[in-house]
């Protein structure tokens, strides 16, 4: 499909959004898979359910999903963050097997059309132009990553939102203006920089992770929560942690003391399996 046949998604201003039917009751956040292998983040409102990114095959996010109660069958749309294969392995599938709409940049889909297959329904949007999938207010921010358009997101209902940003190589004065006053945050947390230094990989890729367009380390992850963090926020999920070049002790022995003093919850995503369902109701 050429972008002169793609359409475009709704758009409205950033800080302004019109919810369709009732106020959601609660949202539901769940990390199917994330890290180097695969990525997929579900999120609900009861009415409108969304996959950020299908890095996994189609089968492995219907299963991913299922062991979660979850019902593919019910999922609204993809949304896509950039043309890596650990984020859009299942894209094209899904969008075939259950009828769905993409929503995707055009540099994006351009570096990723011959591994996206047909897909019937294309939805173009720009990272600085809210557009909205239902209830759903989706922002769209640019990140600095080595894609060709990489996207971080907020997801905005009437009482929550929730920020999205991992694959980024800084923490730019941009993404931290857009994550401030999330209720929960999915956050980049890749590598421990002393383990990346003595681990396996070879010293260009190691440059690569550790430079402005690769991934954040546990420090700069603290260092990005540092600034905002606030009394509503409610989680904190590390994601895109390294299988060779960090752990979960590690990651949470910088980021815990951060959240010490608050109530935030700190949650750790992992590839190999999904993370617990969390909730956020309507009342907090």
Request: with cysteine; hydrophobic share 35%.
């Amino acid at each position: 499909m050429k972008l002169s046949e793609m359409p475009a998604a709704s758009v409205i201003q950033a800080d302004k959004f019109e919810m369709i039917g009732k106020p959601p009751q609660e949202i539901k956040v769940c990390v199917l898979a994330s890290g180097s292998k695969g990525n997929a983040i579900y999120l609900s409102d009861n009415s409108t359910s969304i996959l950020v990114d299908a890095g996994l095959s189609g089968i492995e996010i219907q299963r991913r999903m299922e062991s979660v109660h979850l019902d593919p069958n019910d999922l609204s749309a993809v949304v896509v963050s950039h043309e890596h294969s650990d984020h859009i392995k299942g894209v094209g599938i899904m969008a075939r097997r259950f009828n769905l709409p993409i929503y995707i940049s055009e540099k994006t889909r351009s570096a990723a059309v011959s591994r996206l297959g047909k897909i019937a329904d294309l939805h173009s949007f720009e990272c600085g132009t809210t557009f909205q999938i239902n209830g759903f207010a989706i922002h769209p921010f640019s990140i600095s990553h080595d894609a060709a358009d990489p996207a971080g997101f907020t997801l905005n209902t009437s009482h929550c939102k929730i920020g999205i940003a991992t694959d980024l190589g800084i923490a730019t004065e941009l993404v931290k203006k857009h994550l401030r006053g999330s209720r929960l945050l999915v956050l980049e947390a890749n590598h421990d920089p002393e383990m990346l230094q003595t681990g396996p990989y070879p010293w260009p890729l190691k440059q690569r992770i550790k430079g402005r367009s690769g991934h954040l380390s546990n420090y700069d992850s603290g260092n990005l929560l540092k600034e905002v963090l606030h009394d509503d926020l409610r989680h904190v999920i590390l994601a895109h942690l390294s299988q060779e070049n960090n752990s979960p002790e590690k990651a949470a022995g910088v980021i815990g003391p951060i959240l010490a003093k608050s109530n935030t919850k700190l949650e750790i995503a992992r590839q190999d399996q999904p993370s617990k369902l969390i909730k956020i109701p309507n009342n907090q």
